[in-house]
């Protein structure tokens, strides 16, 4: 089912939502505004070589991003911080590959052999947008409405729609919220925040009777979500948020992919879950002895734990931490997809760490750790009877052992600030079945008479590729940055980076950015 | 010749012993000139350590002092003895001279107390500042307290600097709360020069402000614009300011931004979600997790060629910034690597291993499946579900090579009840393969 509006609840939507904004926006309260427009535009002028040498693409790319805000436009009294206050955010973003050339993005060209389903070489996204009250009822209830961020254990996500959450006096707080998630080829939208695993996007754009063209290319619906979540607040010892989300898929989902183009594919209609899952996070800390984070996902649809992590802490002085972690993950994808269904195995990461703060403007920390996979070991054998055999039905699984291969590896780095001077260093070593890759850099800037920026970084990485030991390779490689600084938020810069090494010999890649910011 | 060897071994001999008496007595004033102790000028004589329990409330051991940032460095010129005032000679208390405390609502007052308020004891005369008058006794000359004071140098004392505090608070409600002085200060009693080390540590802040941040009773809360100065432009905290960035300490999440914290960072955001957010604004997240320039930080320079070995080993979560199957496989497609590029860019060099390795038996490190296994985000970054349903569908080429994990089929009823989408990409309605999901 596709979620549409009839014109005339079109209309009375916009009426609304047009009433509710010059309202907001003539609110005679809001004398106490504080405003602020932020602006961003980079460009990056590179070329991306195939591995085989046959494309180059020629990206020259411009991103912009115009951000608008609002701040305290509720009257309150300077000296009350606790006192209710909406605040107004939005951020749009530009963002444009003028190195693409038009049959990348036009399925009716040249019978779309170039075509790439769901580039854009201009997107135009609504980062968010959304109006926030904060300590209304006496500091009992905020709310937010619009295009927003819910940032927990079940990952970064967004959603147009609405948020309340209500604290209470007993140390926590309750939240729920509902709306539509943010999924690629709707319009101001990204793919960003949606599940992975569907190739899902606009196919607006298709000539008629194509359905054809691209089978495996979804066409996008909406993904009515809500979700909810408890979360203790004001004790700063011990922290802890359950949530629980859950997002539908609607519309049709093409089910016969594979079919030969002539044939009509079949589809799958109707409302059905895209994710679902449960998490918990929590944290605990004594400032003199240490602290213990652990976490865990249950995706409800996959019934599997899909991620969990622990981690302890030990505070040795007040320069030294030294840290357990455990994490773990499974590969879990929106429920449309086939793949949640594969033998993805866990996948384990134990490390151990230690960070010295040597003062306040000298640190180090390093990490030693395994990777450790699973897979199924059984020698593999094609069943008698069962091969290539058209129509046949799958037998069961063949290789019911696991074995545990890991990967081992190492971070060290560094950071010393003083003044206007930041000095960097960073080392890593990853070695495993696949491949290993070692390497390091070191980066620095500095801000001369608070103006003129200079930086760097100087990197040499060597990787060794198992599976296709004709793309290891050394690399070194540098960046140099000039920039100028107007005022504290504002600021212009460029940065040349060189990469040179055996595969593509010398990469050239050149930035330009521009950043500023506008307060009333 | 023999007279002047007995000479100079005469005048060796001498120098023997009037060397060391003339060493000895180049170093008794300094001895001793050491041995007198200057009291008033540090917390306690001689800059002696402070026991902890004397600092305040919060203080580590050993101590580093109370953060920079919230209390800038100061410039004391006043020679002064607290543990004397307070002690029974004098027998003043901490509102004889700071009163002004009692009255005052912001970090902005000056609680220093003007000298006047020496006056009486020390027998000089404030009351003009543009011509103080010293007193009869030494305790009454202009040098006794101010340090560097030089007679004839115009009545000049050096000038006491003492940043405002970057932070709110109202010694007033403390106080009409009867918290003490001491729960705060640490105690004053038993120091002499009360420095920034006497100032309180937000740790000690916490032993009161630990309450819900709305809907409680009484004002000990504990959101961070209760004691730090609410940021411009929507940031719920100012963190910068001119004697530096405000950081998170070690003792709170452990959020102290060390050199790895950029690896550390999720476990707390998922914990807290209002935590990053008292200084960070979504712009900084975006920058990296929605964002369209590489962060050199995160990913290294010549990123492009490296990252395929990175995707492969797992060595940085790609999920966690890109969704797969539109940022990754976009380029892919585009630079004609991936199973679904358009026939005019797609690459006629096979980019896994070769067949032999990739998808014939025997299955071992290298093979496809084994890969799959290992790390199927790798896969979804190239291939369309089309790419494996071709082999591993019910009816398609391959079918027969069950994809699926061990003991699948005891689970599945509960994903084909809330969505069949997927079972029906391989599986047709009437399939019988289906009714052990059903």
């Not at chain 1, 609405?162 to 140390?171: E, I, K, L, M, R």
């Not at chain 2, 109202?170 to 705060?184: G, P, S, T, Y």
């Not at chain 2, 860019?345 to 096979?350: D, G, I, L």
């Not at chain 2, 398609?396 to 969505?419: E, I, K, L």
Request: one cysteine or more; a neutral charge.
């Amino acid at each position: 089912m596709i979620v549409s509006f009839s014109p005339a609840r079109r209309r009375r939507v916009g009426t609304f939502f047009s009433a509710g904004l010059v309202a907001f926006l003539c609110a005679p309260s809001a004398h106490a505004l504080d405003g602020e427009v932020t602006g961003d535009v980079q460009g990056q002028f590179y070329d991306v070589r195939s591995p085989g040498g046959t494309n180059v693409l020629e990206r020259r790319r411009v991103t912009a991003m115009v951000g608008v805000s609002g701040y305290d436009l509720l009257e309150a009294p300077p000296s009350d911080p606790r006192a209710p206050n909406i605040t107004l955010r939005a951020r749009v973003r530009y963002d444009a590959d003028y190195g693409a050339n038009s049959e990348t993005s036009d399925p009716t060209a040249n019978s779309a052999a170039g075509f790439v389903p769901g580039f854009s070489p201009g997107n135009v996204d609504l980062m968010y947008a959304y109006v926030e009250g904060r300590r209304f009822f006496k500091g009992l209830m905020g709310f937010k409405l619009g295009r927003q961020y819910v940032t927990d254990v079940l990952g970064w996500w967004s959603f147009d729609g609405g948020q309340v959450s209500v604290a209470t006096p007993f140390f926590v707080k309750a939240e729920v919220y509902g709306g539509l998630e943010q999924r690629g080829g709707m319009p101001l939208s990204t793919s960003r925040f949606q599940g992975d695993g569907v190739w899902v996007g606009d196919r607006s754009g298709f000539p008629a009777g194509s359905q054809s063209l691209y089978p495996q290319f979804q066409p996008v619906a909406a993904g009515p979500a809500f979700g909810a979540a408890i979360e203790s607040t004001g004790v700063t010892w011990i922290h802890g948020r359950l949530t629980y989300r859950r997002v539908y898929n609607t519309g049709g989902s093409n089910v016969t992919e594979y079919t030969p183009a002539l044939t009509t594919p079949a589809t799958y209609e109707g409302w059905r879950i895209s994710s679902e899952k449960l998490g918990y996070a929590m944290d605990a800390n004594l400032s003199s002895v240490g602290g213990l984070k652990g976490g865990l996902v249950y995706d409800l649809y996959r019934a599997d734990i899909t991620q969990g992590f622990a981690s302890l802490e030990g505070y040795i002085g007040t320069k030294v931490t030294i840290g357990a972690d455990f994490d773990y993950y499974v590969p879990s994808f929106d429920a449309d997809s086939i793949w949640n269904f594969f033998a993805a195995e866990p996948r384990s990461d134990a490390a151990l760490r230690a960070e010295v703060t040597v003062d306040r403007h000298l640190s180090f920390s390093a990490n030693g750790h395994l990777r450790i996979f699973t897979v199924q070991t059984a020698p593999f054998a094609y069943p008698a009877g069962n091969v290539s055999s058209l129509g046949a039905t799958p037998t069961s699984n063949y290789f019911p052992t696991n074995g545990h291969p890991f990967d081992e590896g190492g971070n060290l780095s560094a950071r010393w600030r003083k003044g206007n001077t930041t000095l960097g260093f960073r080392g890593a070593g990853d070695f495993g079945d696949e491949g290993d890759r070692v390497g390091g850099d070191v980066s620095g800037e500095h801000v001369i008479e608070t103006r003129y920026i200079v930086g760097g970084r100087v990197g040499v990485w060597q990787w060794d590729d198992k599976l296709r030991p004709d793309r290891s390779t050394t690399s070194g490689n540098y960046v140099a940055s000039l920039g100028y600084r107007f005022a504290a938020e504002s600021r212009a810069m460029v940065d040349w980076e060189h990469d040179i090494n055996s595969l593509v010999g010398q990469r050239f890649r050149v930035m330009v950015s521009l950043k500023f910011g506008v307060t009333k | 010749m023999i007279s002047r060897s007995r000479a100079a071994l005469r005048l060796l001999r001498r120098l023997f012993v009037v060397l060391p008496v003339l060493a000895f007595l180049a170093v008794v004033p300094f001895a001793l000139a050491g041995g007198t102790t200057v009291h008033g000028l540090a917390p306690l004589p001689d800059d002696q350590k402070v026991p902890l329990k004397v600092l305040p409330p919060g203080a580590f051991d050993p101590d580093q002092g109370p953060s920079d940032v919230v209390f800038p460095h100061q410039s004391l010129t006043l020679r002064f003895n607290h543990a004397k005032h307070l002690g029974k000679d004098v027998g003043a208390t901490c509102k004889t001279c700071h009163g002004a405390a009692y009255k005052s609502s912001s970090s902005s007052d000056s609680l220093i107390p003007a000298g006047l308020v020496c006056d009486a004891c020390h027998s000089t005369d404030h009351t003009d500042r543009a011509s103080v008058k010293p007193g009869d006794e030494d305790m009454g000359q202009c040098g006794f307290c101010h340090q560097g004071y030089k007679t004839g140098d115009g009545n000049k004392v050096a000038e006491l600097e003492m940043p405002r505090a970057n932070l709110l608070f109202n010694h007033k409600a403390h106080l009409d709360r009867n918290i003490a002085c001491a729960q705060c200060h640490g105690q004053i009693d038993q120091i002499e020069l009360a420095t920034r080390d006497q100032l309180p540590r937000m740790r000690g802040c916490f032993h009161c402000h630990q309450g819900p941040d709305s809907a409680s009773s009484g004002d000990a809360k504990s959101a961070c614009d209760t004691c730090h100065i609410r940021g411009e432009r929507g940031s719920n905290i100012k963190t910068v300011f001119a004697s530096g960035a405000l950081q998170p300490p070690r003792w709170l999440h452990n959020a102290e931004h060390t050199p790895d914290f950029i690896e550390r960072h999720r476990w707390i955001a998922a914990d807290d979600s209002a935590f990053c957010a008292n200084c960070h604004k979504e712009d900084f997240c975006t920058d990296c997790h929605d964002g369209r320039v590489r962060p050199r930080n995160i990913h290294p320079n010549d990123w492009l060629n490296m990252h395929p070995i990175e995707a492969r080993m797992a060595t940085q979560s790609c999920r966690s910034c890109h969704q797969e199957q539109s940022f990754c496989l976009d380029c892919h497609m585009r630079v004609g690597v991936s199973e679904s590029s358009p026939p005019d860019a797609k690459e006629a060099q096979r980019f896994h291993p070769p067949k032999s390795i990739w998808s014939d038996p025997p299955r071992k490190p290298g093979h496809h499946s084994f890969e799959a296994e290992r790390n199927l985000n790798a896969c979804v970054s190239c291939h369309t579900e089309r790419d494996c349903v071709q082999c591993h569908g019910a009816s398609g080429v391959g079918a027969g090579f069950d994809p699926h994990q061990d003991g699948f089929t005891a689970g599945c009823s509960t994903q084909f009840r809330r969505n069949p989408r997927p079972c029906f990409v391989c599986h047709e309605k009437g399939d019988t393969a289906l009714s052990a999901c059903k």
